[in-house]
């Protein structure tokens, strides 16, 4: 994966290119995303954040706006859960999907080689051009059937 380093500067570029400021609200959201290997909304990142950082003036409007920049600019990606929002990660992962537990929210990742290889064919059958695509497959949990 790429190094928080160069992940950083990337994003000082993508600001710089919106003409938005650096700051250390926008680079605190990032950096959590690049530590924290699971998928969060907006309200967890901002809570999480406001407690590690309680010196930090951080609103959460800032946290939607940089999300929606990271997002936009393919750094992070979201699940949408419908009237309940958006959850994100980090973009920068190698390509997976996810099972999603509509119980109690828990979504695990995978990659199955054969669903991957049958949507590329599905593509070809149909002479579409994929260039991306995302798979998420909603039920309950093992935890939750019991």
Do not use: W
Not at 10 to 35: A, D, M, V
Not at 110 to 124: G, N, P, T, V, W
Not at 127 to 144: A, E, R, Y
């Amino acid at each position: 994966m790429i190094s928080y380093e160069k992940l950083l500067e990337k994003f000082k570029k993508i600001l710089k290119q919106n003409t938005l400021k650096f700051t250390k609200q926008r680079e605190l959201i990032l950096k959590f995303l690049y530590e924290n290997d699971d998928h969060f909304t907006p309200e967890d990142i901002y809570m999480l954040l406001k407690k590690e950082y309680p010196d930090t003036n951080m609103g959460i409007a800032t946290v939607y706006r940089t999300l929606t920049l990271l997002e936009d600019e393919g750094m992070a990606s979201s699940i949408s859960f419908g009237t309940q929002g958006k959850k994100y990660e980090l973009g920068l992962k190698k390509h997976h999907d996810h099972l999603i537990c509509t119980s109690c929210g828990d979504i695990t990742e995978f990659l199955d080689e054969i669903i991957e290889e049958q949507q590329e064919k599905i593509a070809k059958k149909f002479s579409f051009q994929m260039t991306d695509h995302t798979m998420k497959i909603v039920g309950l949990c093992k935890n939750c059937q019991e």
